[in-house]
């Protein structure tokens, strides 16, 4: 494709209507937050020493967003495990959640009943299959997702569900305070970044098809950091199944006491990687000062460095600014590289192979 502003050709090429998805975050988000309200939880749920969410690729990242934004508000340990088996120090003071998207997810399926057995909290978040039909026999409580503003069907697209259902689950366990005009916010944020990111938006002004167009051919590492963790591992995701681009993460200040010294070979590291680096206001001055002096040295070693930094006004509404950039990236280096957003073919033939 050679211009990303192109409407007729994007519309070709996006045969699952992955960008209807990306655009509805926001009626995403405003559905959730009073959908996930009504679930009724028992006030045991309250008396919890730690959290576990079980969750594989989009079914995880509400788990990753709660856990960086709010590290240093919620009242409990939360851990995020992608496995068929439970921890150990899993008992009748844990609040386990279960959460796929299809209902489906043999990994988080496979954890069910010896959760139970141990008697803790159990929590789910689907659409249905399996584990809506698991959990309703048991009478466990889970936020039924009605994904009326996700087209396309898949999981990495149905962000607003994710997130903000495992936040208001969090919120109605009372391990997690959050006001709703902070999902206000959120919402109103996104709507702005739909017009800056979105579409009909030209690539002369569009920072995201900007870097879109840097990003193809290359290999991208993604650089983040604190409250914006969760949303930098959301990026690599979305980049490797929509672009189906090879791409990594890495966090400060974990980066700077390995990665750098491993920037010098392969010679071809000047050519094949780019660095994209999440800049934020409200990161903790040691973080800000790392993130400059990173840039440096990646910058010393020839490697092409780009910035996106991240405006809102608070700390959730910059994790979803992120990640709604990422979305949209993802989705134009899709179109770049020739290739329908929507479809997973080496997933799906992997899970053909597993079956």
């Excluded at 386990?96 to 909290?121: C, H, N, P, Q, W």
């Excluded at 167009?213 to 969760?230: D, H, N, T, Y």
């Excluded at 929509?242 to 010679?267: I, Q, R, V, W």
């Excluded at 134009?332 to 799906?348: H, Q, R």
Aim: charged residues 20%.
């Amino acid at each position: 494709m050679d211009s990303l502003d192109n409407l007729s050709q994007i519309k070709a090429l996006d045969k699952g209507n992955y960008l209807s998805s990306i655009e509805a975050l926001p009626e995403q988000c405003r559905q959730t937050w009073q959908e996930v309200g009504q679930v009724e939880i028992p006030a045991s749920y309250r008396e919890v020493e730690k959290i576990v969410i079980n969750g594989m690729g989009g079914s995880a990242f509400g788990g990753l967003v709660a856990k960086s934004v709010y590290r240093n508000q919620l009242k409990v340990p939360l851990e995020i495990i992608n496995s068929y088996s439970v921890p150990a120090y899993v008992n009748e003071k844990t609040l386990f959640i279960f959460s796929s998207y299809s209902g489906t997810t043999e990994e988080v399926l496979a954890t069910v009943d010896e959760v139970l057995s141990r008697g803790a909290k159990g929590l789910g978040i689907t659409t249905g299959g399996r584990l809506a039909e698991i959990l309703s026999q048991k009478q466990i409580p889970y936020f039924k997702i009605n994904p009326q503003f996700n087209p396309s069907g898949q999981p990495r697209s149905a962000l607003g569900y994710a997130i903000l259902g495992t936040i208001g689950l969090l919120k109605k366990t009372r391990v997690l305070s959050i006001e709703d005009a902070e999902i206000q916010a959120v919402m109103e944020n996104l709507n702005q970044t739909n017009q800056i990111f979105g579409v009909g938006s030209l690539e002369t002004d569009n920072p995201a098809k900007k870097l879109a167009r840097s990003s193809q051919g290359k290999v991208v590492i993604l650089v983040g950091a604190e409250f914006l963790a969760g949303s930098t591992h959301i990026f690599r995701n979305q980049l490797n199944e929509t672009a189906k681009n090879f791409a990594d993460f890495y966090l400060l200040p974990e980066l700077n006491h390995h990665l750098m010294d491993g920037l010098s070979f392969p010679k071809t590291n000047t050519q094949n990687l780019t660095f994209l680096f999440f800049d934020s206001s409200f990161y903790s001055p040691k973080i800000g000062k790392r993130m400059a002096i990173t840039k440096d040295v990646v910058t010393q070693n020839k490697i092409p460095v780009l910035s996106f930094e991240c405006l809102a006004e608070d700390r959730l509404s910059q994790a979803f600014e992120a990640i709604q950039f990422g979305s949209f990236v993802s989705f134009y280096l899709a179109m770049l590289n020739g290739v329908d957003p929507s479809v997973i073919p080496w997933v799906d033939y992997f899970k053909e192979k597993m079956s």
